[in-house]
């Protein structure tokens, strides 16, 4: 189901947004690019699920370990441009300079190669979020290289916005110099074109790490929905990353040992493996007047806005309303909901239905009787 919506985007000004479930499409009144924002979308098995902490041996990510679904932020390729003969970006390129044969193990030159045998002789940082190049004084840049040079994507914010949120997995920016671009937050990279994407830094990043549990992305170092401790605090992975990105971090949770393999972003155990993410604290560029704007827009009371529902026993679609005077009279309405969504789309929500405590988890989207303890899953439509 479609609705169009009018929203105030991060610089404060109208744009048209279009929402199907969790895809977002909206268009930026300043630089007229059309941006679709593709997010991760809950198992149908959170509804029922119960929430389990690290070693919880019945819990799994539900996640195919094939190559398109990898989190490959530590990956690096051989450039092809050194292996075409020439690189203008020379030791600021963010690929490998080495041969991209020997890297297969299958250069018939051998010692003869004119191209470089070692990989450590240029070994750029293997996370695209610690590219060692500086800003220009901003907290970040998104740039853009059509072979030529790097160029700044304009009103970038939006794009960190989104990268900041562990459940986006890519965004997609339409009306460019270069037609539509589509980057792949987990790869950064671009598809189906010649380009390449980087963000640059100025090293006064917050990183925060995250955990896939139940379908859900859950910050190390956060409680758990029964208050339980997590064993590890996100700080410590990412010290021990800044010192050897290639490394792996070892935890303990009573016998078991965790280990976050930094390379493959995977925790591992000898029971499961799950997917882990790196991304960064969003930080408000000076002139950008939503406070609120880690989601990337902001939803207006014009036009029509996005409902919630539950899903009932029949298995109908019922909106959120106070329905006051009825046996069904509930604290909260859809436009309550929503103002909280727009706050932390990943928060909870407390409230009644005929005085019954309820609990409404934004991240799962389901509902849970604090009483029965019965579940029911809720939509965004």
């Not at 080495?98 to 010692?111: A, D, E, I, M, P």
């Not at 539950?310 to 604290?331: A, D, I, L, M």
């Amino acid at each position: 189901m479609y609705d169009n919506v009018t929203v105030l985007d991060t610089v404060g000004r109208y744009a048209s947004i279009l929402v199907k479930d969790h895809i977002k499409s909206f268009t930026c009144q300043t630089c007229k690019h059309v941006i679709h924002v593709f997010q991760s979308v809950p198992g149908s098995d959170d509804e029922t699920a119960s929430e389990s902490d690290f070693n919880d041996e019945s819990d799994t990510d539900g996640e195919s370990q094939s190559d398109e679904e990898t989190d490959c932020q530590t990956q690096v390729k051989p450039c092809k441009f050194y292996n075409s003969g020439s690189c203008r970006d020379g030791d600021r390129c963010p690929n490998l300079h080495v041969c991209k044969y020997f890297l297969k193990g299958n250069c018939r030159y051998g010692s003869r190669c004119k191209l470089k045998h070692s990989r450590s002789e240029q070994v750029p940082d293997p996370s695209a979020s610690t590219n060692p190049k500086l800003t220009d004084g901003r907290y970040y840049q998104w740039q853009l290289h059509n072979g030529r040079c790097w160029q700044d994507v304009e009103n970038d914010h939006i794009i960190e916005a989104q990268y900041c949120l562990p459940h986006t997995k890519s965004i997609k920016i339409y009306n460019t110099p270069y037609g539509a671009v589509s980057i792949d937050f987990n790869r950064m990279r671009v598809y189906g074109k010649r380009l390449r994407v980087r963000r640059l830094d100025d090293r006064n990043t917050v990183w925060t790490w995250y955990c896939i549990l139940r379908h859900k992305w859950i910050k190390y170092g956060d409680k758990d929905s029964k208050g339980h401790a997590s064993p590890v605090q996100s700080s410590e992975i990412e010290k021990k990353f800044q010192s050897n990105p290639s490394s792996s971090f070892t935890f303990n949770v009573g016998a078991d040992t965790f280990e976050i393999k930094f390379r493959e972003m995977r925790q591992v155990s000898k029971q499961r493996m799950r997917k882990v993410t790196r991304r960064p604290l969003y930080r408000q560029k000076a002139g950008v007047r939503v406070s609120q704007v880690t989601s990337g827009i902001q939803n207006m009371s014009l036009g029509t806005k996005p409902q919630w529902e539950f899903k009932g026993q029949s298995g109908r679609w019922h909106v959120f309303k106070h329905r006051q005077g009825t046996s069904t009279e509930c604290s909260i309405t859809s436009d309550d909901i929503e103002r909280q969504y727009q706050q932390n789309p990943s928060g909870s929500l407390n409230f009644t239905v005929n005085r019954n405590p309820y609990k409404l988890d934004l991240g799962a989207m389901s509902q849970t009787n604090l009483t029965t303890q019965h579940k029911r899953q809720v939509r965004r439509v």
